[in-house]
């Protein structure tokens, strides 16, 4: 099992930069892939970025450009560092992991792009 731990949300205005934070109970090095996803009110769960293993990343459409997805395999952490914030990035981010053809999920932090 795999137990995920996020941080690092808040409120932000528009433009702003916001670094979020995945902790995970376990090594991550065989964790092939790593993503955070983001759940708008009212709307679906979306990816937002992946990573594998090796530092192969992709990203939505919505934020290439302005998100970087990272991780320390040394310290079981993943980072999504997010600059020019908009408002419609206004979500709960969730960190996930897919390990042994299971899903993991964090608790989700809520980030709030507001002026």
């Known amino acids: 099992q795999v137990q995920l731990v996020e941080s690092g949300g808040g409120l932000v205005r528009p433009g702003g930069s916001l670094r979020l934070s995945c902790a995970a109970s376990r090594s991550i090095l065989n964790i092939y892939k790593m993503a955070w996803h983001r759940q708008a009110p009212g709307k679906q769960r979306e990816m937002v970025a992946d990573?594998?293993?090796?530092?192969?990343?992709n990203y939505a459409d919505s934020v290439k450009g302005r998100f970087t997805i990272s991780r320390d395999n040394a310290k079981n952490m993943v980072y999504l560092q997010m600059n020019s914030l908009k408002p419609e990035d206004t979500a709960v981010y969730y960190c996930h992991a897919y390990y042994r053809f299971e899903n993991y999920w964090g608790q989700g932090t809520q980030v709030t792009v507001s002026s």
């Open positions: 990573i594998t293993s090796i530092g192969i990343t």
